[in-house]
């Protein structure tokens, strides 16, 4: 631990959050930090393989208990994401339960693994289904009690956004997250609303384990944990954490911001093949980077360029 000890002093009283994929890994997590801190939780999950096939509610239910057992206040919700009045009625929960809605965490997650010679558009449409129209669809959902309570959202992408040769579809439904943050943060921005991103890592199902982790023995398990990933996405929903459009990571004892930037560049206002292949290395120099942080910036950065 470095800076600020952890003194348990980062509180939720009174507030109400959905996580949704709650019922194990990173999403069960998230919901016994939040519920143990004094909010109380709407805990989602379907109950489907890694894959997203299958049904199964005595794993959300199971978490629940969990919670509660604890001391903590937790309601379940066996909505799938991807269906017509899944994500209003997670909201609902939240609404009917509790009063009112804080923030909504979009863990709820699949993932397949395939060839790019044998992917198919139905498997990126599958992805694309869960990670994207799903998460959209519940914040959507969310959207009005969320400006209510000057709320905020938090959605998940992964580090297969930056590239890996086989788990293709999946890799693209989560760059795709992140185009959603980036547009839905300005969005948000003039109501008082908040949209970040987690990539988070932890040893779950989906990372081929059959643990499920859990803290508090400081072993090498704790730090591959869920609940080490746990705090980043918890303190984005937090009222006094003030970041918008941002993502980070998030897992494995370490957090940091991910950011995008543009490199110095080359200039020439004859642009030209020639020019470019022969200042190539000062083309890709990132040596000097700027960090991106709205489309209007960058404009206004590229066209006073040449002082017009
Ligand atoms: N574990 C990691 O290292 C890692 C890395 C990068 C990103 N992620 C992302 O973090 C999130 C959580 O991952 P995890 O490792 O805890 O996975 P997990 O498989 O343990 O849990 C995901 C949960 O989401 C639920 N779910 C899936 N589809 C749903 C739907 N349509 N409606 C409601 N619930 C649904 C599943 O039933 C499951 O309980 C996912 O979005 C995943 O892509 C995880």
């Known amino acids: 631990m470095t800076a600020t000890e952890d003194t348990g002093t980062v509180r939720f009283d009174g507030k109400v959050y959905v996580v949704t994929g709650a019922a194990r890994g990173l999403g069960a997590a998230y919901a016994r930090l939040l519920a143990s801190r004094g909010a109380s939780v709407v805990m989602n999950d379907l109950g ?11 794993a959300i239910r199971a978490a629940v208990d969990e919670v509660t057992a604890a001391g903590g ?55 694309l289904n869960v990670h994207l129209f799903g998460s959209l669809a519940v914040t959507r959902a969310a ?9 905020s959202v938090v959605f998940t992408t992964s580090a297969g956004m930056l590239g890996s040769s086989f788990t293709i579809a999946y890799n693209i439904a989560k760059a795709s997250v992140y185009g959603l943050v980036r547009s839905l943060a300005t969005v948000a921005e003039p109501l008082g609303v908040r949209v970040n991103a ?8 989906m990372q081929g384990t059959a643990v499920d982790g859990r803290s508090g023995t400081g072993d090498a398990q704790a730090l591959l944990s869920a609940d080490n990933a746990a705090p980043m ?15 980070f990571t998030s897992g494995r004892g370490h957090v940091a911001r991910v950011i995008m930037a543009t490199g110095s560049g080359y200039s020439n206002r004859d642009m030209s093949l020639e020019g470019i292949a022969g200042n190539f290395d000062l083309v890709s120099d990132v040596s000097n980077p700027t960090i991106e942080t709205t489309l209007e910036d960058y404009r206004t950065r590229n066209f006073s360029r040449w002082g017009e």
């Open 233 to 247: 996405a918890a303190w984005l929903v937090h009222p006094d954490c003030r970041v918008n459009g941002q993502m």
């Open 48 to 58: 489907a393989s890694m894959e997203g096939s299958g049904r199964d509610l005595s």
């Open 143 to 151: 959207w009005s009690a969320l400006t209510e309570s000057k709320g």
């Open 198 to 205: 987690v990539m988070p890592g932890a040893e779950t199902r």
């Open 73 to 127: 206040i937790a309601v379940a919700n066996g909505a799938d994401i991807t269906s017509a009045d899944g994500p209003d009625s997670i909201v609902a929960a939240a609404l009917e339960n509790f009063g009112r809605l804080d923030g909504v965490i979009n863990n709820a997650g699949i993932i397949t693994t395939q060839d790019f010679a044998a992917l198919t558009p139905e498997e990126i449409q599958q992805q």
